[in-house]
């Protein structure tokens, strides 16, 4: 089925061609790093996990949140989801390939990551966050990729991807699960030290995950001949609002626990985040961009008539998209070292090369998740074209 990703028309070649330069950009990038070291990054001895481990953090969520699709369609024969589930599984595949490049860039030596392998450690929260995520692409390559084969053959998947698929369901939710206990299990980090962690990551994974599906499906509608249908963008969209409501209303109990039980450890690191500490307010602006985008995004999407309408729709998923990255990919982690134990400020802030190594890596991503959604949209253009529909 590769081969349908070696067919495009101009517009495909260029988008491939541009991904690919970016993503060299970064590459090169990166081997300054390794030959620097990781002081070329805005990290410090104070503020140890940066912008790539917010990155990874916020991409896992993008990945666990493809069982929103699965579970309906799989479990529940919800028929409306025929023709969007691959492509929530498709970019599972993608964004768990780029949480894994992160946690490649963050190493100050890469080579450590095979510890994992020839030292294992199953005491270790990190052991078992390589096992799930490694699983889940492998995984989400096997299932959809045998899916695809088997529509091309006009027949239902073999029996073990079904198995598969019920084996991924409780796998998907473990990936967010088991990265929240990393922050979690930290009693050194009290902004961290909270039970519903798993919880609030889960909530913001079925909030982000999905809102970028619908941004990408209105995208293939817009410059492909497959249209991934009005009601099953509808559906997603009722997901993305509830898991969005969900998730504000996990921030609420956060913080009432924090500024009710009034513990420094506690306190501060919100203080920082949304007041700033003497002068101290880089990320000021951009959590409460975070708290306006995600408010009036959950104000159009749970507003029947402005979810109805494709245009306000897609702008409250990109913002709500938006403000989960902000809140998920940049505050949560930062916010957990500052201010430090000491109760001293110290302020991150990504440099240049860091943010250019990031770019290359969601190129690398994209780039990715574009020749998957080329290999699915062709077949399903051949199918539209032929009246067949996807057997299961």
Not at 252 to 264: G, K, M, Q, V
Request: glycine fraction near 8%; hydrophobic fraction near 55%; charge should be positive.
């Amino acid at each position: 089925m590769l081969e349908k990703a070696l067919n495009g028309g101009k517009r495909y070649w260029t988008l491939i061609f541009i991904l690919l330069g970016i993503s060299a950009v970064g590459f090169f990038t990166y081997l300054y790093q390794l030959k620097t070291g990781l002081g070329i990054t805005g990290m410090s001895r104070d503020v140890s996990w940066g912008f790539y481990v917010g990155q990874f953090t916020f991409l896992v969520g993008v990945a666990a949140s493809a069982v929103m699709l699965v579970i309906p369609y799989y479990l529940h024969n919800y028929k409306k989801f025929s023709k969007i589930v691959i492509l929530g599984e498709f970019l599972a595949v993608s964004a768990v390939t780029m949480c894994l490049l992160f946690i490649f860039v963050d190493m100050g030596q890469p080579m450590r990551i095979f510890n994992v392998i020839i030292h294992p450690t199953p005491h270790s929260i990190l052991f078992w966050d390589a096992i799930v995520l490694n699983g889940y692409l492998f995984l989400n390559i096997v299932i959809g990729w045998n899916t695809l084969q088997a529509e091309i053959k006009e027949v239902p998947p073999p029996k073990w991807v079904k198995a598969l698929v019920y084996v991924s369901v409780p796998w998907a939710v473990s990936i967010h699960t088991v990265t929240a206990f990393i922050y979690a299990g930290l009693p050194g980090r009290e902004f961290w030290l909270t039970a519903i962690m798993a919880a609030r990551f889960l909530a913001s994974a079925f909030a982000a995950g999905p809102a970028l599906l619908i941004i990408l499906a209105m995208i293939i509608r817009k410059y492909t001949k497959f249209d991934p249908g009005y009601e099953p963008i509808q559906s997603v969209a009722k997901i993305v609002a509830y898991a969005m409501c969900v998730n504000f209303f996990f921030i609420l109990l956060e913080l009432f626990t924090a500024l009710y039980s009034n513990i420094p450890g506690h306190v501060l690191p919100f203080k920082y985040l949304f007041f700033g500490i003497n002068g101290h307010m880089r990320l000021v602006p951009l959590m409460w961009l975070s708290i306006f985008f995600s408010l009036f995004a959950i104000f159009l999407l749970v507003w029947p008539p402005t979810r109805r309408n494709e245009t306000t729709m897609l702008f409250a998923c990109i913002i709500g998209f938006i403000s989960l990255w902000i809140d998920k990919g940049f505050g949560l982690v930062i916010g957990g070292f500052i201010p430090n134990p000491f109760e001293k400020v110290f302020e991150y802030w990504p440099t240049f090369p860091e943010l250019v190594i990031t770019i290359g890596v969601y190129a690398v991503g994209f780039l990715v998740l574009t020749i998957l959604y080329k290999v699915a949209v062709s077949i399903r253009e051949q199918q539209a074209e032929s009246g067949s529909e996807p057997v299961h």
